[in-house]
């Protein structure tokens, strides 16, 4: 190998974290060398190509109000936002039966919805019991973080239906079952994201707006502007830490640094080998961190025709792929397309996935655009194209977001950020609020520069 | 890179499910490599050098009754065994106060055992309606899986001690914390296991023997009769499927073969990167098995001391390290060795550790002599020499057996051992029997070399 590459600070992964804190650094004087394993930068943001320069997004892609720190970034970086589509009627399909409905909550029948309500509000009110920055010091915190949330949620609702929505909603946006996190790093989760409402909600919640071209965009110009700092190709195998700095080795090249941040999935950190050995809890942390299992499933039409008939393009339903829809057109309606997940998760009945959805890519089209059509009409049974991205398949990525299995907030504590020697930790599972979002991960990564400007 | 090796069947992991799949298979007329990324053979088995020739085992060490295959291949090879230690009054003590006993169950208060004996005759009642082969087919099995073990513990114990009890035995037997891991996953453990009095006995039980040299020698002796089939310091990295054969591609050679059993931990296992990719479920499977975390800490004294005061070296404690004590000595009692487990987990009040103690080797062998010398006397504050073996700490290894995350059972079912094309899955998580034992890692070696002998 050649000689070191000597910077001030490393850091490892290019997704939007890893190259804010570049970014940050560099504005505070600090040269940095940022390396990544992939082919490309951007981690969890990626577009995937429709056709005529339209995109979609097969990775993270919201932002709203209350995510200070993402939207000061956008500004900074001149990208713009447009408001996600959600005029008209959205539908509510159940047993059989589509109903329409208009605003954040579909229209459960009336006990299921003082279920929901009953549920909200214990969530909520056992959220605010949790302090943001020091979760496991809640007074029922080795309690909550015994139970899973799935368990809670079969104890405490009342109704099928009520359960089913809370289930939906937890899936979507944490991307695993909810029987596979505690109820405290949920309730956490709650208290960081401005409440189940704001978490859930398109208009005025975390789902308000879209970022033209695509998120990847904020880690592309992020990376314009670091110029040959970014290092791509090459996934770190080593960090060697020593009295005078630390070494970092990759594939392609071995970085000679004071510092080095660690952007990346607690989970993916585990891939790298450190010496001396990381602490226990550290370690351990890195090794009970479960990620996330989603894929996002599109159908692009010549048009929104859904929109022309008042519809929003959002469905709420429990057919057996599209449990949730959104419109995801881009934003000048040019094509239209509509968007679900899909987990390997899934909770209680109606969300076990059959092997062959999971495994054939043709019966997971067919049962798509089966479940479209019954939502939306036969025009939805033939789309111009469909696509998907996996993020169970990724080779540098574990997964979404994810998070620690129970009884782990409780054990392993800070040990998601608390710097190791040399050693500094970025990525949105390190976050306080907005913990999971684009949000988090640029707040960590702020945090993480910070700190490294501020110790020595 | 040479040319590829060519061999009918590639093996991966060179522990002793590796080289028992190696022996059978080659007992069949295969021809086999096996790849190990170690610089040693054993896995999860290793001696540690005590002095002029007397060992202590680091890892997997006990054998017994009803884990047939294990001591049949002790047999085979030409191994010894011996009974572990365990005559005269063991020690149990609490809040403060030592008393003595015999056989299996500490003196706990009259309430507090008949504590014990519901909660043991409610899981083994509940065990029995788990199927062996398809836990996740149990009729309450959704159920069962969404809940932590250690949730059910909190709910249905009705003394702190029959709990401190459970909790000791259980973290003790599976290296983790009772919150980690589901009810489902333990009641098929208890069912596999033999039942709880079998897995937490000496005599009769799981415990009753050991293998004269250590356990080690078993992979010893089976790499001794494959010569140079076992490669070493050569971990794997790719595999890669095709109609023809399988190609594994490791630090030091390229194997070309008709199968590949990969003989690892799940968790160890998603270090490789498989192409054409993994099916969903045990992508994710892999994702989510959580490893267990625990260290052994040894005392070395010039003699087994305690035994001449007619102790057997077991202790049930509260104290802070030394929780559950076992005599260790060489079957020959030329020194004395205590042994103790300390993890990152532990449950409920009393047994979360402290970082000093984690993270501090100083600290730890402190507070274990300190806590020897409650329960021995002075004479066991002046160990000749202290040992400790840290599984959270090896570079190829992620932690001891683990288990799945809550929720994983019935989601992902049998990805633990259902063979993708021409890849085949050993390791101990891989035995429906003894799971986690010595004994499951042959068995499953032995499954899985029967599924290539079968399959073409």
């Keep these: 190998m050649t000689e070191p590459r000597r910077t001030d600070v490393a850091i490892i992964g290019a ?96 006990l299921a919805l003082a279920d929901f309500a009953q549920l909200q509000l214990r969530l ?17 915190a080795r309690s909550w973080d015994g139970v899973t949330f799935g368990h809670w949620l079969d104890a405490n609702a009342r109704t099928s239906e009520a359960k089913a929505m809370v289930t939906m909603g937890f899936t979507v946006t944490n991307a695993e079952d909810p029987h596979t996190t505690s109820l405290l790093v949920q309730l956490a989760r709650i208290r960081g994201g401005g409440g189940i409402d704001h978490m859930l909600n398109i208009t005025g919640g975390a789902q308000e ?82 990620s996330g299992t989603e894929s996002k499933l599109f159908a692009v039409y010549d048009r929104p025709f859904w929109r022309e008939q008042g519809l929003s393009g959002q469905a709420v339903s429990d057919l057996p792929v599209a449990q949730y829809v959104v419109d995801n057109s881009p934003p000048d309606g040019s094509v239209g397309i509509l968007l679900s997940f899909l987990g390997t998760a899934g909770s209680g009945s109606g969300q076990h996935w059959p092997d062959e959805i999971l495994d054939d890519p043709a019966a997971r089209r067919a049962g798509f655009l089966a479940d479209l059509t019954v939502l939306f009409g036969p025009q939805a049974a033939t789309p111009t194209a469909y696509l998907e991205k996996d993020w169970t398949q990724e080779r540098w990525i574990s997964g979404c977001v994810g998070s620690r299995a129970p009884g782990s907030l409780t054990q392993y504590t800070d040990a998601d950020r608390r710097p190791v020697g040399r050693i500094h930790w970025a990525g949105t599972e390190t976050a306080t609020t907005n913990q999971g979002y684009l949000d988090g991960a640029v707040s960590a990564a702020e945090r993480a520069a910070h700190e490294v400007s501020t110790t020595r």
């Design 15 to 110: 997704g939007i974290s890893g190259l804010t804190a570049a970014r940050r650094l560099t504005q505070a004087g600090r040269s940095v060398v940022v390396l990544e394993a992939d082919d490309r930068v951007g981690g969890r943001t990626m577009n995937l190509d429709v056709a005529d320069g339209v995109i979609t997004e097969g990775g993270g892609q919201w932002v709203g109000p209350g995510q200070d720190r993402v939207l000061l970034l956008l500004d900074e970086l001149g990208l713009q936002t447009f408001t996600t589509y959600i005029a008209g009627k959205s539908i509510y399909h159940r047993r059989g039966r589509s109903k329409r409905y208009d605003g954040l909550i579909p229209p459960l029948n009336p």
């Design 124 to 140: 909520e009110r056992m959220a605010r019991t949790v302090p943001l920055d020091v979760p496991w010091t809640a007074r029922r």
């Design 209 to 290: 707006s879209r970022v033209v071209g695509g998120t990847v965009r904020i880690a592309q110009r992020l990376a314009e502007d670091l110029g040959d700092a970014v290092v791509l190709d090459s996934p770190v195998r080593e960090i060697l830490q020593d009295a005078d700095g630390v070494s970092v080795r990759s594939a392609r090249v071995e970085v000679r640094a004071d510092r080095v941040i660690v952007a990346m999935s607690p989970a993916d950190a585990d891939r790298i080998h450190v010496t001396p050995s990381l602490p226990t809890r550290r370690a351990m942390l890195q090794r009970r961190w479960s």
